[in-house]
């Protein structure tokens, strides 16, 4: 081991060799050292004292040694020497024992007071906190090795440790400098983290995410070569005298050296690259400076590299006083993760001493330099003083050095070049003379150092923060679609519009919300929360933001110029939604005080006189919003415990002790499984997971914009049938309550309780298809599929529309809605009638697809229907075998394309072969499905199918999770809207040609050329173009210099509004409209087909025919399903007879598709728009 001869070297170079008086008890080899360096002439005539004191004895003794001696040899050749002289033993082993607790200590409270920082303001955990968190983990098994390390003599002469205390030195050593290479990385790994949560710049981004890999990268490498260097890896600390026979042994000094290389190359890239981005700061040069030296305390981690680079180097020299450099090295070995740690948590230590009483202290002090205020401080002066919503001509306290020009019209967004010559870009406002300038924020304290991310727009206004940009962005969408929702529940309410289409869009609106949230604040992590975006917007201040924020509508003639104006204060507390979290808050906190599922007694005493009968249009404004907080309060009462019921059931009737804290409320946890609500189980959980908190849980932290979205969109659906709705520019509309707008109309249609039509109703239709099964004698092959069909129908009648909960749950608390309907949850919610519904709609059709795919009477009669329309049997097609073979034509038909002839090689490749691969799969896939679905969507999804494959829209939306941009090509059905926008977007090879993609290769199979293509894509751009954009002037005059818009009329691309207009109508057209494929119940459709089949089977046998008594009574291959064989025979068209019963059984039992639908008539005109649409909505003649 070279670096312990070395230290051994050094140690005989110190105290020589003086045991001429005790020669016997040398090694051989120090006798024959001894002897050579004494026959030297120079040394031959002096004493023992010379020689103990004559360094180029020293010198000529170490170099014998070191060269022919092991280094116990020499170790015990030293030690006898040393004694002979009289020479002290050394101990500096204290000197490393105090400098390791020193920093050690250092080291935890820096990361100790990070930690209770982020404790105490519930600051989002990053990434970077998990390697801080883990670096000061490995900061003890560090220090309690160098203790140790210590303890077994190092910092002694090392002639003075037994064999076993190298052992263990060494042993120690190795596994020290194991964590040590650890440390370092995960220090470094914490402070690039960091880097990553507040510099947005793309470039810098991807430079520091390549830093990271190399630094992950190369500790990864440097321990894998440590442990491997010296193989077996026990040789590190055995074989410390370099004299084992076996193994694998590598000189480590190269590794030790390239990583210290290495190692200080990075800390040094590390304080280069952020002050890149801090150098182009919009600040004074004094406080640039100040913020430039906060980000540059890394160079006290250069400077502890560097320090113990020049040790470790000199040390393994093996120059004279190594054994001090290698102590030393040691040292800074210690010193250095220590210091990593320290310059990774100094960002926080402010803050945290800031919660220690820190600022009472500062207050005491004579003066406060301005070069001590925080960075954070510094950032948002600059960047989020654009949040100011003061008016024109009003001073604000809170404007730092630089103020912003006002106007009575609020920002829109991001700062721009001026337009026009001669415009000025921005005007710069003095502080007012004897005022102090308050540079406290409240939305400061929202947002730490780490969740600011900073950009330049071009240097022409200064800095603004992209955080801020995507808070304007997310609020707007906010208003707009609740606008828009607001008016699809107005149609449901007074036109009629069936409610699982609004159910169904208002998911795409929610999911959209959602995708924006986590969109635009993937890089704010914690900082997506609705409190938090709006104590941004609104500065901490709801109250005082309220009535800053203004609304202007103009009206432009044919020439664009304007002519009429009308402006207004936009209330924020609607169109910001802070009424539906005010409300969802306050109920979460009543709810959380007992848990009981009863409010506390305040609550009570102002919720209890709510009236569903209340006159809206005679109230004033505040009393028709507290009539909604009742409302709202009331509703989630009851959606809470209904939601709970099953938990709370099995705790107070069974005697289970489950902890409602802790209990997994989502849709997709354990209690999952248990049906209590169709289309609202993600929101159902989350609020009740919010509910079920203990009290004084803070659950501000859990609720996000779309919990809030969702709650609004509620509220509204129940509002607007009451007559009440709100417009960004009109305020409070007023008028007659819907008189055919009650909650449950579709639903009820949809299940038909009642039984009124035969065929038409879901849950008669169980009912009639459980009796023909059991006559045809049918029931045992679809015993097990039936029952889940049941289990359908009994969560429909349970919980679709109505709820057990209406007539009272054992210890389950009644209806908060009880004084005037017991089921309120349902009557008083349009919103949760209308997902139920949708989801329903949903269930009804994947188990009608999965019906048909098991039996085969559905495309046996279809085929058979189809023949004798062919062959001229029957006169005219029946109605509704010809919708169906229409709306299903690529399922009942290979290519889509109806048969003319060879009927029954048509049936054989519509339904593939039986004993096929792709069949055999198939039922695999179900086994799989069956096992390891979490839903019932799950269980039934159509994919498993091999013949039923297609979904509806509704399904398809679903899998999407209500993302249309998810929706895949293949996916979207010809001629639905969707699928032309989709096609628009197919780029253009030449003027008269199209890419050849999915969605171009589907329209061409139908017979479209690329020229029809084009044109018909361009009608929809027409959309987005059918706007008058805004004059500029119109702009100047009514945004504040050094503001620009985002662009919106004229765009070539539809809004998110138009997308929602063309997935609305395909939904219509799915559910109600001219594509009805939801509205059918495949139920009842399927009784009809088995009643006329069985038809079919008795006027054959009566007629004595023999295609029946060969089916039925043959010896062929299909004895199990003699149905099969007699589609087949009859296929085969040499029995006339036969087709012609089949034509005129047909004939008789005609019925035409509209028998089967779920409603009562169906939509097949496109809807107008009405003629009063609210100006509002749109954002193509408003400046907000």
Known sequence: MKRLKLHIGATALSFGVAAAQAPTELPECGMNCLSKVVAEPVFSNSTQEQLCHDEMFYAAMSKCLTQVCTAMETLRTVNISATECGLPIRNNGAALEISSWTIFSL??????????????????????????????????????????????????????????????????????????????GLAKASILAFYLRIFPDRKFRITVWLTQTFNLSSTFVCLIVMLTLRRPVALNWEDWEGIYPYGRVRSQELLYLTHAMLNITLDVWMVIIPTTQLYYLGLKIRKKIGVIAMFSVGIFLIISSVVRFVYLRSFLSGKQGTEKRALKALIWACIEPCVGVMVGCSPNIRHAFKILGGEEWEKTSAATSDDAEDVEQILFANKFQELSVDKEGESSDEDDDVGQPQSPVAARTVSRKPRGKGKKARKYKKPKKGKKQDTKDPATDEIPIESIRI??????????????????????????????TQSLWKEVAYEGLNSAVAGAVSNLTISMVKRTNVAIFVDFPGHDTYETIMNTITRGNMDRAQGKFRLALFALDPDGEQHSQKETAVDIKEQFLIHAYQDLRDFVLDFQANRTGKPTKAMQAKISKWDPNFNLERATNEERVNWRRCYTIKWLYDLVNVFSSIVVQRNTVRGEKHVYENVDWSASGPWGVHRVLFGLNEFAGDITSMAMKKPGTDITKMIYPHHVFQMQCIVDSFTVSRGWSLSALHGHMLEAPAKKGRARRDVDLFLDRQNKRVFAGYCQTVDLLKQILEKDGKMAQHKDFFEIIKIAQLDFVDFLGEHKYTTGLDTIPPSRFADHNP??????????????????????????????????????????????????????????????????????????????????????????????????????????????????HQLFDLEINQIFKRNSMLTTCRRAGWNLEAIPDEELQFGSMMFFERLSRAKHVSEKELEDTVLVQKARTVGMTDKEIIEATNKLSSIANNTLEVPNEVLDRYAPEGFQFPPSAGSEALDGRDILELAKFDILSDVAGIAPISSLNYLG????????????????????????????????????????????????????????????????????????????????????????????????????
């Open 107 to 184: 080291a935890m409270l820096f990361a100790a007071l990070r930690f209770m920082w982020k404790y105490f303001e519930r600051s989002h955990w990053g990434l970077d906190d998990t390697f801080m968190l883990l670096s000061a983990g490995f900061l003890i098994p560090q220090a309690v090795l160098t203790q140790l390390m210590v303890e077994n003599g190092v910092g002694r002469d090392i002639w003075t440790l037994s064999d076993s205390e190298m052992v263990t030195s060494f042993k120690l050593f190795f596994f020290h400098q194991l964590n040590y290479f650890l440390l370092l």
């Open 455 to 484: 950009i330049e727009d071009n240097g022409e206004v200064g800095l603004v923060t992209d955080y801020l940009l995507a808070v304007y962005s997310t609020v707007k969408e906010w208003a707009d679609l609740r606008a828009y």
């Open 823 to 936: 089921n309120g949850l349902q009557e008083y919610s349009p919103f949760l009638c209308g997902v139920g519904l949708e989801e329903g709609l949903e269930i009804a059709y994947r188990i009608g697809m999965f019906l048909w795919e098991r039996m085969p009477e559905p495309t046996l009669m279809i085929h058979l229907h189809n023949a004798v329309v062919q062959k001229g049997y029957l006169s005219r097609p029946v109605g509704l075998c010809a919708t169906l073979e229409d709306l299903f034509k690529h399922t009942f038909f290979a290519h889509g394309r109806k048969p003319k002839s060879g009927f029954v090689d048509a049936l054989l490749a519509s339904v593939g072969q039986p004993g096929s691969r792709q069949a055999q799969a198939q039922r695999q896939a179900i086994r799989y499905r069956r096992r390891f679905a979490e839903n019932v």
């Open 1085 to 1184: 459709v399927t009784c009809w087909l088995l009643i006329t089949f069985g038809r079919i089977e008795e006027r054959l046998k009566e007629a004595g025919n023999p295609v029946y008594f060969e089916a039925y009574e043959g010896s062929g291959p299909w004895k199990s399903e003699k149905r099969v064989a007699l589609a087949l025979l009859a296929l085969k068209g040499d029995n006339e007879e036969c087709l012609r019963i089949v034509a005129d059984t047909l004939n008789e039992a005609r019925s035409g598709f509209m028998d089967f639908i779920y409603w009562e008539d169906l939509e097949t005109e496109p809807r107008e728009r009405e003629a009063d649409v609210d100006p509002s909505l749109g954002n193509e003649c408003t400046v907000m």
